[in-house]
């Protein structure tokens, strides 16, 4: 993200998951915040990205989304998608979303939205 309240709130965030560990209801209000910021440079993947994570959290009082997978293999992306599934809060994975808020303007970054946004929806 380019404006420098939303970098700021984006490595508040990164902060507060290393020191204090997940804390859902301060994160949703941070994620909504940005997505405000999101809104404000008109970048429809992050802005979808940003709703989603916070619906996800509110609903499931955790991240359960795995990291996008780099190739995923023809015929077997669904069955490794569901194996990885688990009950378990993934902050490894919730790092790496967030990460990727930091620089859009790498094409990987937004590849790899798209396909947390495509697991969002079929959670």
Do not use: C, W
């Not at 700021?8 to 301060?26: M, P, R, S």
């Not at 993947?45 to 990291?67: D, M, Q, S, W």
């Not at 967030?98 to 939205?113: E, G, Q, R």
Request: net charge negative; no cysteine.
């Amino acid at each position: 993200m380019e404006n420098p309240n939303a970098q700021k709130l984006i490595n508040k965030i990164q902060v507060d998951l290393f020191k204090k560990g997940f804390d859902a209801e301060t994160l949703i209000a941070d994620l909504k915040k940005l997505r405000e910021y999101s809104m404000d440079e008109k970048n429809p993947v992050l802005t979808k990205a940003l709703r989603l994570t916070y619906e996800h959290l509110e609903e499931n009082g955790a991240f359960l989304i795995p990291i996008p997978d780099d190739e995923p293999i023809d015929g077997e992306e669904e069955v490794v998608s569901e194996n990885k599934i688990s009950n378990e809060n993934n902050l490894e994975s919730l790092e790496y979303l967030i990460s990727l808020f930091t620089d859009l303007k790498n094409k990987n970054n937004i590849s790899d939205l798209r396909e947390y946004n495509k697991a969002f929806l079929e959670f």
